[in-house]
T-cell receptor, first 115, second 115 residues
Framework: AQSVTQLDSHVSVSEGTPVLLRCNYSSSYSPSLFWYVQHPNKGLQLLLKYTSAATLVKGINGFEAEFKKSETSFHLTKPSAHMSDAAEYFCVVMYSGGGADGLTFGKGTHLIIQP | GAGVSQSPRYKVAKRGQDVALRCDPISGHVSLFWYQQALGQGPEFLTYFQNEAQLDKSGLPSDRFFAERPEGSVSTLKIQRTQQEDSAVYLC?????????????FGPGTRLTVL
């Protein structure tokens, strides 16, 4: 079985400072990893995905994530936070086995941006 | 439409009532997914369609939950004899490729409250 752990339920940063949202996974198979963002009253939107190509993945809105197999991590970063980044962020693990166990969302990290 | 739409956006039901939740995927998308998102949690997979075929329903929590996609486009999630624990946001997503490891486009969700 696989699981995903988002280490922080809430992260608060000041506008213009770096953002780090942490995600660790466990999987018996080679995973595909995703980050989704959920703004209030809007649908989940894909930020970026890792599917065994380059370990450093660049996404939309200046976000990027690095896949580290040795640490089983896929942390999301952004050099400089913007007010519009305030939202809920989900780390998602998918593996090739398929089925319900193949789609696992983390519990989410609420990102708060202080002016 | 440009994205996935869901209706109704909000539904209040008395315990024991039946409800039907509708999802209109992006036109031409082969794959359609339903998720359940409880308050403060990440989405949990319910079921998956490829065209009109329901390929995976292992995430449905009980036999009171039923989903269909008879013509391979619009899908309906039906919950019979609703219980308070069914209260959640129900998310629909679609993908233009088969399989569960590709980018999914999410609708805004239907918030179901069972009294």
């Amino acid at each position: 079985a696989q699981s995903v752990t988002q280490l922080d339920s809430h992260v608060s940063v000041s506008e213009g400072t770096p953002v780090l949202l942490r995600c660790n996974y466990s999987s018996s198979y080679s995973p595909s990893l995703f980050w989704y963002v959920q703004h209030p009253n809007k649908g989940l939107q894909l930020l970026l995905k890792y599917t065994s190509a380059a370990t450093l993945v660049k996404g939309i809105n200046g976000f990027e994530a690095e896949f580290k197999k040795s640490e089983t991590s896929f942390h999301l970063t952004k050099p400089s936070a913007h007010m519009s980044d305030a939202a809920e962020y989900f780390c998602v693990v998918m593996y090739s086995g398929g089925g319900a166990d193949g789609l696992t969302f983390g519990k989410g990290t609420h990102l708060i941006i202080q002016p | 439409g440009a994205g996935v739409s869901q209706s109704p956006r909000y539904k209040v039901a008395k315990r024991g009532q039946d409800v039907a939740l509708r999802c209109d995927p992006i036109s031409g998308h082969v794959s359609l997914f339903w998720y359940q998102q409880a308050l403060g949690q990440g989405p949990e997979f319910l079921t998956y369609f490829q065209n009109e075929a329901q390929l995976d329903k292992s995430g449905l929590p009980s036999d009171r939950f039923f989903a269909e996609r008879p013509e391979g486009s619009v899908s309906t999630l039906k919950i019979q004899r609703t219980q308070q624990e069914d209260s959640a946001v129900y998310l629909c997503a679609s993908s233009d490729t088969s399989g569960i490891y590709n980018e999914q486009f999410f609708g805004p969700g239907t918030r179901l409250t069972v009294l």
